[in-house]
């Protein structure tokens, strides 16, 4: 099997990730091993060519609205991949707050950091005012990017309202990203929108299409669903109202998760957009994660339909 740089570097289609948070920054040491454990367990021998660590952050600025689960803040994903996941063997993606650092201390923690494969995320709102930028944070890594292989952030909903995340995108290929990861994509309409203005754009501009990681993530309450909402995630209200209604809300929505995939490995099998899918859980119930194993492996029956 090729390994993942291989696949990414190639712009190949896919591509399989899982997505993971840290455990709390107060958990005690016990705990985290007994939770990296069980992770290791779930995750051996399923079919993902790389883990994704997520490096979270306060997002309470970016909205107004009281958040569904209250924020605490997590392990550095380095940290939690060094100490705790290293029986797991594969490639770690490792998120990377850059708002958080100084010019200075964000040259050190790359020139320190020996991770292969690293995802820039900025602010979480465009109020923040602490450290660094994206834009500066992608200036000062150019110098190392032959020790990495470097990730981008995108959001299909801001195409939605602004119409230039294909833009956005080709930006930060420019800046040295040779993938991306996107925000859970529950509205699948707007997702093509996107994909569709990536495409053109980059073909009327001679430019290489690189690959797009689309995220999904099992919804098992109510609370779970609002959180998302929250979050920024667009549902269309068709779809909020069946999975509001439904007698099985976890069940529905892996088969909302499953549609979706579907549609978009068809949408992209016809124009040869590289794509790919990270499988996450952002809630902490059994069920939920199950939901995401569940579906992690529903994956491995449809994988040959979109290499």
Known sequence: MRHLKEKILNKESGIILYGLTPPKICSEEEKNHQIATKQIERLTGSPIDGLILYDLQDES???????????????????????????????????????????????????????????????????????????????????????????????????????????????KIESGCH???????????GTKNFLSDYYYNSINNNKELVPIIFSLTPCGSRKTLEFMKWLGI???????????????????????????ATELIEYCSEKNIPIGFNIESIAIRKEEIDASIELLHWFQSVRNEFK
């Open 179 to 189: 993938f991306f990861i996107s925000q859970c994509v529950y509205d699948v309409n």
């Open 234 to 260: 667009q549902i269309p209200d068709w779809l909020e109202n069946d999975l509001s209604h439904s007698n099985n809300i976890l069940s529905s929505s892996l088969k909302a998760c499953k549609n979706i």
């Open 61 to 171: 600025a970016r909205n107004n609205s009281s958040r569904p689960f209250p924020f605490i803040p997590t392990l550095a994903p380095e940290i939690y991949s060094n100490n705790y996941l290293s029986a797991l063997d594969v490639p770690k993606i490792i998120y990377k707050s850059v708002s958080k650092f100084t010019p200075e201390g964000f040259e050190d923690w790359i020139r320190k950091n020996d991770d292969e494969y690293i995802v820039f995320v900025g602010a979480p709102s465009g109020n923040y005012t602490s450290g660094i930028s994206l834009k500066q944070a992608y200036e000062i890594s150019k110098k190392y990017h032959n020790s990495f292989v470097l990730g981008g952030v995108t959001i299909p909903e801001r195409h939605s309202v602004k119409k230039n995340e294909h833009i956005r995108v080709c930006g």
